[in-house]
């Protein structure tokens, strides 16, 4: 592990927990940065801390938590050696959907946090995860499907919440672990990732402007 690395993975741990730029920091009692190595290959993004995370200041320990434990190690992977995260740092009043603006308010977070680590794989959990990336795409579409975008490779999956509340759902997250460690295994390559065309005609927009 670099120590230059960690010292500053933690100082935006330590900003993160004194974050006022939005109004969620009123309600919480933990805001919640994130765990792990700061040298861990795969990245996970969720969507925002429940409970039981702002109880303890610490992602995904709750009962998606413990799904998440599981399905790691089904395919032979340590908790332990993953990075965990979320989009917001804060949980929403009632465990609501994150809001533009406080995706925006925690956006340069995660970016750092994405510099710091820069891991090989980036899984993004849930819709508004999958959004930081993909922002035009439906999760139905392109779940287990890893994708690189510039320097990193994606890799889209429901949340494990999805599957405690959605049966159904299991079956196909269970079936993306899978796919992950085949990526993982170097049995699958990513694809490029090409942007739905109005993305492509907006980003021309703008040039022309600039």
Do not use: W
């Not at 592990?1 to 933990?30: F, S």
């Not at 998606?64 to 929403?92: E, H, M, W």
């Amino acid at each position: 592990m670099d120590a230059t690395q960690n010292t500053a993975l933690e100082a935006i741990h330590e900003e993160v927990r004194r974050c006022q730029r939005c109004p969620l920091h009123v309600g919480r009692t933990h805001a919640v940065p994130g765990a792990g190595p700061c040298d861990a290959d795969i990245m996970f993004i969720g969507e925002a801390p429940g409970f039981h995370e702002d109880q303890q200041g610490l992602p995904f320990v709750g009962a998606a938590g413990n799904f998440l434990d599981q399905l790691l190690q089904g395919i032979g992977i340590d908790r332990s050696k993953v990075y965990i995260t979320n989009v917001i740092k804060c949980r929403p009043p009632g465990n609501r959907d994150p809001q533009g603006d406080e995706v925006g308010a925690c956006r340069d977070y995660l970016d750092q946090q994405i510099e710091i680590i820069h891991p090989k794989i980036i899984v993004t959990l849930g819709r508004h995860s999958m959004a930081r990336a993909f922002p035009e795409e439906k999760i139905s579409l392109v779940h287990g499907q890893a994708r690189k975008v510039g320097e990193y490779t994606y890799f889209p999956m429901y949340h494990p919440a999805a599957a405690l509340h959605q049966p159904s759902l299991k079956q196909a997250i269970e079936e993306d672990f899978q796919k992950l460690k085949q990526l993982l295994d170097g049995q699958v390559k990513p694809n490029e990732y090409q942007a739905p065309p109005q993305l492509e005609q907006l980003s021309i927009d703008r040039k022309s402007v600039v």
